[in-house]
């Protein structure tokens, strides 16, 4: 494993975590979701975060990305602290350091494939860079679409166009929980090709969640969950090595473990 | 089934509470005027019970029917029956006492130097004290023996501040008279805040029946005597000219008029319970639409487990009904408060209506049935759409619009009628109805309004995106956000803004309607009126001794008077002016159609045009008029086009006074001509002075004459602008009730936004925008079509004085401003519920 940084805040890492506990529910119903978790996320780096379902994954990129508040524990973000800040704070971190996509469902049904990637500069109030804006759009391929709206995407398309308007603000760091989750793999191909070639050519940071090895496979370090803790990480991944950890961590120690969780969130009350 | 629906609108109670307010603000409304109208029966039958307790009457006979409208009250259409008569009747075998109703017009002055004045417009009466009269008490002091002595009715003296043993004056028969109070009267039943003043019999007898006629004389019975035979005897000695009716009868026709009065009341106050219902009606099928959206899912589910369409159907009535049930449940308990409240406003005014607010089964029934009637009718739409969805369809994750072929067909009647109703106006505008003019304009405008309110969905997206320009154009990205949000759905944000539409197209049309009346008002005033000043009474009747006192001034050259009476005109009852031929020569300026005014001083009569063209007179044809001193048939001499006189026939004064006596007279207007060189400054001073003492006398220039007209119709416009709050009030439930109902539906949409960075307070904003547009949409729409017909009124209305069309273009302006404020008020609440949403639990809500 990568040593953590003695001073989170240096400019190698652009967002970590430090004792990160968040616990759901209260007495009987209780579900520490995070259990503790230290970890670096490296800064031009596409790391991907992979676990057993129930493990925890989501509520870390919703507590790192200032959409969930942690329970206990320290988090920085290109250098702020996210604990620390309010509500206020908050919306302008997401406004403008911080692009999260969604599993599903993350364009507005009224506005353009144009108007959903400007979104966040829209709100923000800030200039479209056109350059940077085309670049994005050729990136994601998306040139032709642009003034479709999202039910005259295809969920692959859609998938790109949110990938796109998490990138068009420049944020420090793209939180992503499985985008892929619902693609086919030729269209989940082209989403993770373009998230890998934000971080190469545009010089992006990038966290995604997924249960794909091959996705995990174009990341440039892996990190496992299992009941709201890191226990492993695989750097410069492949697909078979990817498989190997999980095989290993899906062991039947572990296999006993993971199903309390998931039973856990069944019994969420439907809403 | 049931159950499942019960439990449902148990656990969304909060979806349906817009629902159930909107028909309890209905139903509050049918609840309250029948409760309204029956306890003003009640009150006017207590007044007539012990205002008539006689056992026989003996009045004259009548002169005309009812039916020529223009006299809703007792009096004008029956001969009067001689005073002397009493003495004759007293001698009758059985009688125990007679009392000849010697009543007229008087004015008390207050112990603080003003005329007292009835509440409400009711009536200021004088009365000969009877002491034979069993239905009056003294209560204090003593009755009134000499011409210098009053006794007021407990109320009365209350409300003037006076004592018994005070000095005052009162103005009887146009003079102002010195008197003491010397007695406290008490009667028996509630008197609804009329002013009740006692003369002693016999100076009331030379001030209100000097020629010796009364209307009426009551006859009481002995103890013992058959009422039946009493009646017989007294009809053989009253004679020929002569009816008589036993009280019971009496009072039961006068209870029968007094019902029909109050039935138009009831029926002017239904007709806005009625809009209140139907703007309410918007509210619940938009409800009852967005639920079964958004339980689409449940229901599949309940299909897909082998429930019917006709038992979803079912389930979502069932809802409906209990909506419909609470809901008008409430608005009867919100009836009887509102009743319960203006029966305290009324009261301080001094109207006492009477004790317990009636609630009879039939006003319960009605308003439940009402309630529940509505809301079914409402729920039905989105209930059968519910059930006929098919349940793979409604599993589906992207909500499937349903608006293909009926939003078309509804679309295109929208268009037809509007058209249609379009044309009908403008035809009936234009003349080329005849006689169907006025049903073609109203026929028109209900045509049209229904159009319109089918063709919105067709109007919004264009409407509203231009509307929504310079929102979106200058807060990127929230005006678009919001534009999106309204167009999205047009049918809904339709009937949202339908809603406010009807009630702002009928608040539009009267203020155009009202303008133009003021301003027609004016031009009359300024075109006619050549007077130098004129007289009115807040009585609406100048006392002659005003007259007299500012004909006697130095720079007053000619007081000339206007004096109405009730006459029967060839059968039926009218307003007939009394003037005299100087009127047309120095006071109006009025062109004369045919004939020539030189025929009132011959003695004929003179017509308006629309009076002639109604009855088909000619100049030379033979009137016949009857009133109750006398009856005379006159030739008609002219045709003029006036509007300063707004009456169906003009005789000479000489005429009008042998036709009805002076206490049925009264003095509408006197207009003063100074004389040559007179000071216009000094001579107002003067006449100010000298009718000072009359108190409710006022002088007016032209002008101020055209404003006091003016003012009478913002009066109007008041009591119309409170009605129409009513539907506006519901309509601003309706867009709080869609908006918060379409942020629940768009809750991950919310999330989402929130996720990418949208504020709190820009969320918020969007939610504003939103309310704003679809308000001010629905304000224009609604406006528009008022105006729009109501601009036709003044071609179809031109014979009844409505000559000139004005828009009230700031007053417009100022309902659309109104509407932006009434769109931030009803955002404030949804606005709060989206901004407080949790960004995680919205985005994973399902
Ligand atoms: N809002 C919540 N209330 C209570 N418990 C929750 C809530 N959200 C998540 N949990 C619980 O926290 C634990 C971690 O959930 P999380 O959604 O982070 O898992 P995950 O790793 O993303 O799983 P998956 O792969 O299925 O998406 C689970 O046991 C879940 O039941
Ligand atoms: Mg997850």
Redesign the pocket.
């Known amino acids: 494993m990568r040593a953590l940084a003695a001073d989170p805040s240096t400019d190698a890492q652009i967002a970590s975590a430090r004792g990160l506990v968040k616990i759901?529910?209260t007495g009987a119903a209780q579900?520490r979701?995070l259990d503790g978790i230290d970890v670096d996320i490296a800064r031009g780096e596409l790391t991907a975060v992979m676990?057993p379902?129930?493990?925890?994954?989501?509520?870390?990129m919703h507590c790192m990305a200032g959409l969930d508040t942690a329970t206990a524990g320290r988090i920085l973000v290109d250098g702020e602290d996210i604990g620390a800040a309010n509500e206020r704070r908050l919306t302008k971190l997401r406004r403008n350091r911080i692009g999260f996509v969604f599993q599903a469902f993350n364009l507005i049904p009224t506005l353009t494939a144009a108007e959903n990637i400007t979104l966040p500069l829209d709100i923000a109030r800030r200039p479209v860079d056109q350059d940077w804006f085309d670049a994005v759009v050729d990136a994601v391929g998306l040139r032709d679409r642009l003034a479709h709206r999202p039910a005259e995407l295809s969920g692959g398309q859609q998938q790109r166009v949110a990938c796109a308007r998490a990138l068009v603000s420049r944020p420090a760091v793209v939180f992503a929980d499985?985008p892929t989750g619902n693609l086919d793999s030729r269209s989940a191909a082209e989403v993770l090709s373009f998230l890998r070639r934000s971080v190469d050519e545009l010089g992006q940071s990038v966290v995604m969640?997924t249960?794909d090895p091959t996705a995990a496979s174009y990341a440039h370090r892996v990190l496992f969950?299992a009941d709201g803790r890191l226990v492993a990480e695989v750097e410069h991944p492949t697909p078979d090595t990817v498989l190997d950890v999980l095989r290993d961590l899906s062991g039947p120690a572990r296999g006993a473990h993971t199903s309390a969780?998931t039973a856990?969130?069944t019994a969420?009350p439907v809403r | 089934m049931t159950r499942v629906a019960l439990r449902s609108i148990r656990s969304h109670l909060g979806r349906f509470v817009m629902s159930i307010v909107a028909v309890l603000l209905g139903v509050a409304f049918v609840s309250g005027t029948f409760a309204l109208r029956t306890m003003m029966a009640g009150t006017f039958d207590d007044i007539v019970a012990t205002s008539a307790q006689a056992d026989v009457y003996v009045r004259g006979t009548e002169i005309a029917s009812q039916t020529g409208g223009g006299s809703m009250g007792v009096g004008g259409n029956r001969t009067l029956v001689p005073l002397a008569l009493a003495d004759e009747l007293a001698q009758v075998d059985g009688v125990s006492a007679v009392t000849p109703d010697v009543t007229g017009p008087i004015i008390l002055v207050g112990s603080d130097g003003t005329a007292v004045l009835a509440a409400g417009g009711a009536p200021s009466f004088g009365l000969g004290y009877d002491p034979q009269d069993p239905t009056t008490t003294i209560a204090a002091g003593r009755a009134p023996t000499s011409p210098g002595e009053i006794a007021l009715e407990t109320s009365t003296l209350e409300a003037s501040g006076l004592a018994i043993g005070d000095p005052t004056q009162v103005l009887l028969g146009g003079a102002l008279t010195d008197v003491t109070v010397v007695g406290e009267v008490h009667f028996d039943a509630a008197i609804a805040g009329a002013i009740f003043v006692m003369l002693d019999l016999q100076t009331a007898t030379q001030a209100w029946a000097a020629d010796g006629l009364v209307p009426d004389i009551g006859v009481f019975a002995a103890d013992g005597t058959d009422t039946d035979r009493l009646l017989a005897d007294v009809q053989a000695v009253a004679g020929g000219d002569t009816e008589a009716i036993s009280g019971a009868d009496l009072r039961a026709e006068t209870t029968a008029q007094i019902r029909e009065m109050l039935g138009f009341v009831g029926t002017f106050l239904l007709v806005f319970a009625g809009i209140a219902l139907f703007v309410g009606a918007f509210i619940i099928a938009n409800t009852f639409q967005m639920t079964v959206r958004q339980r689409q899912r449940e229901f599949a589910m309940l299909r897909a487990v082998g429930a019917s369409p006709s038992q979803v159907f079912g389930s979502i009535l069932v809802q409906a009904l209990v909506v419909g049930v609470v809901g008008a449940a409430g608005g009867i308990a919100a009836g009887v408060g509102l009743v319960a409240v203006l029966r305290m406003v009324l009261g301080s005014f001094g109207m006492e209506l009477s004790g317990a607010i009636p609630l009879d089964g039939f006003t319960v029934g009605v308003s439940i049935a009402i309630g529940a009637l509505v809301s079914l009718v409402a729920a039905a739409i989105p209930a059968r759409h519910a059930a006929l969805t098919p349940p793979v369809e409604a599993m589906r994750e992207e909500d499937v619009r349903h608006e293909g072929g009926a939003a078309r067909w509804s679309g295109a009647l929208g268009a037809v009628l509007t058209v249609g109703g379009a044309a009908a106006v403008v035809l009936a505008a234009t003349d080329r109805l005849g006689d169907g003019n006025e049903l073609g304009l109203a026929a028109g405008a209900i045509a049209a309004l229904i159009g319109v309110l089918l063709l919105a969905p067709a109007l919004v997206p264009g409407g509203l995106g231009a509307l929504a320009w310079p929102a979106a154009a200058t807060m990127r990205p929230l005006g678009g956000l919001a534009r999106g949000n309204v167009t999205r759905n047009p049918r809904r944000t339709a009937s949202t803004a339908g809603a406010l539409m009807i009630g702002m197209a009928l608040v539009g049309a009267a203020a155009v309607i009202a303008s133009s009346t003021q301003a027609s008002v004016r031009s009359v005033v300024e075109t006619e009126s050549t007077s130098d000043y004129l007289l009115r009474s807040a009585t609406y009747d100048v006392p002659s001794g005003a007259v007299d006192a500012v004909a006697a001034l130095d720079d007053v050259d000619q007081v000339l008077t206007v004096e109405v009476a009730m006459l029967a005109v060839d059968g039926s009852v009218h307003d007939v002016v009394g003037v005299d031929r100087a009127l047309f020569e120095r006071a109006l300026d009025v062109p004369v159609v045919s004939g020539d005014l030189a025929a009132l001083d011959r003695g004929e009569a003179v017509a308006r045009v629309s009076a002639a063209e109604e009855n088909d007179w000619q100049v030379g044809d033979r009137i016949a008029l009857e009133g109750s001193t006398g009856s005379q048939t006159v030739t008609l001499g002219a045709i003029v086009d006036t509007q300063a006189i707004d009456t169906t026939l003009m005789v000479p004064q000489g005429v009008l006074d042998e036709l009805s006596s002076p206490a049925e007279q009264t003095i509408n207007t006197a207009f003063v001509m100074l004389t040559d060189g007179a000071d216009a400054a000094t001579a107002r001073d003067d006449l100010t002075a000298a009718v000072q003492p009359f108190l409710i006398v006022s002088v007016m220039d032209n002008d101020e004459f055209a404003d006091a007209l003016s003012a009478q119709v913002d009066q109007v416009l008041v009591i119309l602008y409170a009605l129409l709050g009513l539907s506006v009030v519901i309509a601003v439930l309706g867009i709080v009730n869609t908006l918060a109902l379409s942020i629940a539906e768009r809750t991950r949409e919310i999330g989402l936004l929130r996720a990418v960075g949208l504020g709190r307070l820009q969320l918020a904003s969007v939610v504003t925008i939103e309310s704003v547009l679809t308000s001010v949409f629905g304000t224009l729409l609604g406006v528009g079509l008022g105006v729009g017909l109501a601009s036709a009124l003044p071609s179809v209305y031109a014979d009844s004085g409505f000559t000139d069309l004005v828009i009230p273009w700031a007053q417009l302006g100022t309902f659309v401003g109104l509407a932006v404020v009434v769109g931030v008020l009803a955002a404030i609440w949804p606005a709060v519920r989206a901004a407080r949403m949790d960004v995680l639990d919205a985005v994973s809500y399902e």
């Open positions: 759901y529910g579900v979701a676990g379902s129930g493990s925890g994954k989501s509520t870390l499985e969640v249960h969950l969780p856990a969130r969420e």
